[in-house]
C-alpha cells in the first residue's frame, strides 16, 4: 500500500468508526435505551460505545494530523497503533460473552453481530494496516 493509500485508508476507517460509534453514542443519551435492542455493556459506570466514540475519535484525528502534516506522520501511526491495540483489548473484552450468547442462542442481535464486534473488526483491520505501515517505513 502506497503512503497516499495507507493515510486515505486510515482516515476512512477512522471516520466510518466514528460514525458507527457515535450514532451509538448519540442514541444512548438522548434515549437512555442502547441502539439495535441489544444489550449495553458498560464499563467503570458509562456505555462501552462512549469509548468507542472516544477511541475513534483520536484514531480519526491522528490519521488527519498524519495526512495533513508530514513531519508528524509517523507520530500518527504510533497513535494508531496503540489506540487500535487498546481497542482491540476493550472490544475483544465485550464481544466474547456475547458472541458466547449468540453461539447458545440466548441472544439475537440486529446486524447478525454484537456492534461491540463490529468494532473489533474496525480496530484489528486498523492495528494490522497500521502495523504493516511501520514496519514498511523501518
Given at each position: 500500500?502506497?503512503?497516499?493509500?495507507?493515510?486515505?485508508?486510515?482516515?476512512?476507517?477512522?471516520?466510518?468508526?466514528?460514525?458507527?460509534?457515535?450514532?451509538?453514542?448519540?442514541?444512548?443519551?438522548?434515549?437512555?435505551?442502547?441502539?439495535?435492542?441489544?444489550?449495553?455493556?458498560?464499563?467503570?459506570?458509562?456505555?462501552?460505545?462512549?469509548?468507542?466514540?472516544?477511541?475513534?475519535?483520536?484514531?480519526?484525528?491522528?490519521?488527519?494530523?498524519?495526512?495533513?502534516?508530514?513531519?508528524?506522520?509517523?507520530?500518527?501511526?504510533?497513535?494508531?497503533?496503540?489506540?487500535?491495540?487498546?481497542?482491540i483489548l476493550f472490544a475483544g473484552y465485550f464481544t466474547v460473552p456475547e458472541i458466547s450468547n449468540l453461539l447458545s442462542g440466548t441472544?439475537?442481535?440486529?446486524?447478525?453481530?454484537?456492534?461491540?464486534?463490529?468494532?473489533?473488526?474496525?480496530?484489528?483491520?486498523?492495528?494490522?494496516?497500521?502495523?504493516?505501515?511501520?514496519?514498511?517505513?523501518?
Amino acid at each position: 500500500m502506497t503512503d497516499s493509500g495507507y493515510k486515505k485508508a486510515m482516515i476512512l476507517l477512522g471516520l466510518a468508526g466514528l460514525l458507527f460509534s457515535g450514532y451509538l453514542s448519540a442514541f444512548r443519551l438522548i434515549t437512555s435505551v442502547c441502539a439495535l435492542s441489544e444489550p449495553c455493556p458498560y464499563f467503570l459506570g458509562y456505555p462501552a460505545c462512549w469509548y468507542g466514540f472516544g477511541m475513534f475519535f483520536l484514531l480519526f484525528a491522528s490519521a488527519l494530523v498524519g495526512f495533513f502534516r508530514a513531519s508528524a506522520e509517523k507520530s500518527a501511526v504510533y497513535v494508531q497503533v496503540l489506540i487500535s491495540g487498546l481497542g482491540i483489548l476493550f472490544a475483544g473484552y465485550f464481544t466474547v460473552p456475547e458472541i458466547s450468547n449468540l453461539l447458545s442462542g440466548t441472544s439475537a442481535y440486529s446486524l447478525g453481530l454484537p456492534t461491540c464486534a463490529y468494532g473489533l473488526i474496525f480496530y484489528v483491520i486498523i492495528f494490522v494496516l497500521a502495523f504493516r505501515y511501520l514496519r514498511k517505513q523501518k
